[in-house]
């Protein structure tokens, strides 16, 4: 067991400096990762160790021309203060302990509410229609997954004025409020049209600053450290969908790089999960074919 751990640990260690030295086309890396997955039980477990590796700022190289995350502060207090009418001085220390790592000491923790000009505010579910009207409401469905997906939604036959809260913009992130404990807490970006969608009371939407990416913020909260924190806070009775509060979704720790920084580490992440994905198909390829090898090597014994 110890020197299936060491191994492990091995493995993640040359994975997590291939990203940093962009060394990822190395036929080492795809096979070191391709060992990751195999050995620590899948490719889901693989996906989160590439987004726990990016909130610890272990994805890419620090450059100083892009500055600190510190940098963004006087622009998020002058934003935020001025769409929201307060600014919580953020407490780096107790955000990094309620966060539960460590992050780049050139990076600064934030709340989220630090980072937001709207929300987290809840959604409105009126009774849903068996026929075609004028307004869509997405349905819990569409974020579950962590990305989202407009194809499920319920019709309502109410009038929802255009200037309403409700209506969702490009770069939304619609956070699930309740849900079973693996997936309250879920966030995914909503990307598409403007008021084409309102979203329901299961959900919570926050509208973020322009001085931090959405994508990025987005994967800080599926990371499994913001996982936890979420579920740590969930709360209901027996028997019942796990909640959680609008307090408990603005108190949730962001690790903040500098933007272009913010920038990069989203485009390795989604270069890791798309070798990810191509890693899954070879993978499944190769089961199936032990599969029916297996098939086979019975089928011979028994004849």
């Keep these: 067991m110890t020197t299936q751990r060491s191994l492990f640990k091995e493995n993640v260690l040359f994975a997590s400096a291939a990203c940093v030295n962009d060394d990822l086309n190395r036929p080492e890396f795809a096979e070191k990762l391709s060992i990751i997955i195999d050995a620590n039980g899948g490719i889901q477990r693989a996906r989160r160790l590439i987004l726990d590796l990016a909130v610890r700022g272990r994805l890419v190289p620090r450059s100083r021309s892009e500055g600190r995350g510190a940098d963004l502060l006087s622009a998020l207090r002058s934003e935020v203060g001025a769409c929201r009418g307060q600014w919580l001085e953020p407490q780096p220390r107790q955000i990094a302990s309620d966060a539960g790592y460590d992050a780049p000491e050139s990076w600064s923790w934030v709340r989220l ?27 819990l469905t569409a974020t579950t997954s962590g990305r989202f997906n407009g194809q499920h939604y319920k019709y309502i036959d109410e009038t929802i004025p255009e200037e309403s809260y409700l209506w969702l913009q490009d770069g939304d992130v619609l956070i699930q409020r309740s849900n079973s404990l693996e997936h309250v807490g879920m966030a995914a970006v909503y990307r598409g049209k403007s008021r084409e969608y309102i979203y329901p009371d299961l959900m919570m939407k926050v509208r973020l600053s322009a001085s931090v990416d959405a994508d990025y913020v987005h994967r800080v909260l599926l990371a499994s450290p913001t996982r936890s924190f979420v579920r740590a ?17 603005a108190n949730i720790p962001i690790p903040l790089p500098p933007y272009t920084e913010q920038k990069r580490i989203v485009a390795k992440v989604d270069q890791l999960m798309a070798l990810c ?17 297996a098939e086979a090597l019975v089928a011979e014994v028994l004849a």
């Design 277 to 293: 994905d191509d890693l899954e198909a070879k993978l499944r390829v190769r089961d199936e074919k032990a599969a029916k090898l």
């Design 233 to 249: 806070r969930a709360s209901g009775t027996a028997g019942s969908m796990p909640k959680i509060s609008q307090t408990v979704v």
């Design 113 to 139: 509410s630090n980072i937001v000009i709207f929300g987290p505010k809840n959604g409105y579910s009126p009774k849903a229609v068996g026929y075609l009207t004028a307004t869509r409401t997405l349905a």
